[in-house]
């Protein structure tokens, strides 16, 4: 291709997206709330993450010692302990600590305070509180507790309780991963059909605008040109309907998440839009420019491919 | 230079546009195809651009068929032909000017050629000073000579004229005939369909008459016999 013809073809790409002002216009709003919706799923995917996260971060499985285990047989069932690869922490709490966080839990309740003041010693085992990498995994820390206390049963296992072996605690494990898993699915379904949606919407604007110039197409094949130099003008417009539709979406989302920023960070656990945008700006940059210019190419080329077949 | 080899067009609903059509035109020519509306002459027309394909038979134009030529080197063929057509099809996006320079840019002339040709033609069509104006600011007989203007810049080797007066009135169908006539002069052949008992008597051309798709009559120096 020639430089006078590429010349040319950006020539008309800009003449006619400049003499079609209307249809411009309505094509850049359109696919501006393309961008918008995908630039919002973009948030909420992250929101939905963190807040899940958090979520699964509330799963703990609780080891109980009995009062006498020694404290360093204790810290080496914790050093094992943190050396399987799905365990993320283990947080170990002595006795002493145990019975201090007792103490406060039931500040307000004498009646308690006093039987442990009758008891003198201190009746509560240390713990360890162990939180797996995913919720999925405690089935497999369970099993080497239990193998734990099966080869520490010789020397009285010092072991008095895991949690995890309660039908409840079990359960309720089973259904907040349960809850997890399906929130994530259905936020990716939504977040799909709201996308694909969006594109539909663009890719039928941008044909019909398309479709105001069947006659204009059809002339310009009888006068003898040829179909890229048809097609390459169309595709220039619909990249710039792209690009302007890109640069409003990123502009617009500059005071929309600063505005929402505080409110996300309080609700949805930690994330604040606005840091989180202005972090990721390259990201947002490359997904909605990107997506919009190629949105705009792609369905400039398909649309007027239908009118060239003469 | 154009030859029509026993072109029929049969439609899927077996209505016949076409039928058993044999002419062909020498280099220099000005023919005139008459007959009703529906006797099939814009689609004799069509079929030497290709706009339309026959169901049987084959058009040849400078020894090559026409229908051969694959859908991505058509428009090298369509330039040698120039275009005018009822209903002027100008670009509406671009001025007078541009329309012209269309046809020059798409094959492939030098900006200098443009900028040197366009006026020339405009001038030709007595056009000059309404080079920048879009073709919804022309009346119809202006839009018609930009049409011709655009369909000679290139110097094809024939013109194609579809009823070009069909939509003018007798002031203008006049001015349009005698630029044709001007063309055909300077040695362009011209393929013309009309309806005009007017057009055809004072061209004193050759005529070919048609009649539900087929060919009736084929005079040397033809009257408007219908």
Redesign the interface.
Known sequence: MSW??TK?IFRAGF??FW??GFVSLASILVMTVTLFVLGMTLFAGVILNSALSELRNKADVNVYFTTSAPEEQILQLQKSLQALPEVQTVEYVSAGDALAAFRERHQNDQLTLQALQELGDNPLGAVLNIRAKDISQYDVIAKFLQQQQALSSSQAGIIDKVNYFDEQHRQALNRLQHISDSAARLGLIIILILVLTTVAISFNTLRLAIYTSR??I??????????F?IRAPFMVEGVLYGLISGVITLVMFYPLTYWLGEATANFFGGVNVFSYYIGNFLLFFGVLIGTGVVLGAVSSYLAVRRY??? | MIYYDRVSKVYADSSIALEDVSFSVEPGEFISIVGHSGAGKTTLVKMLLAEEKPSSGSVFFESINVHEVPMNRINRLRRKMGTVFQDFRLLPQKTAYENIAFAMEVAGRHEDEIRSDVPHVLDLVDLGDKANNFPDELSGGEQQRVAIARAIVNQPDVIIADEPTGNLDPVNTFEIVQILKKINDLGTTIILTTHNKWVIDSLKKRVITMDRGRVIRDDREGKYIL
């Open positions: 006078v013809t040319r003449l006619d003499r079609n006659d204009e059809q002339v310009m094949r009888l006068v003898g040109a040829g179909q130099y060239l077949k003469i």
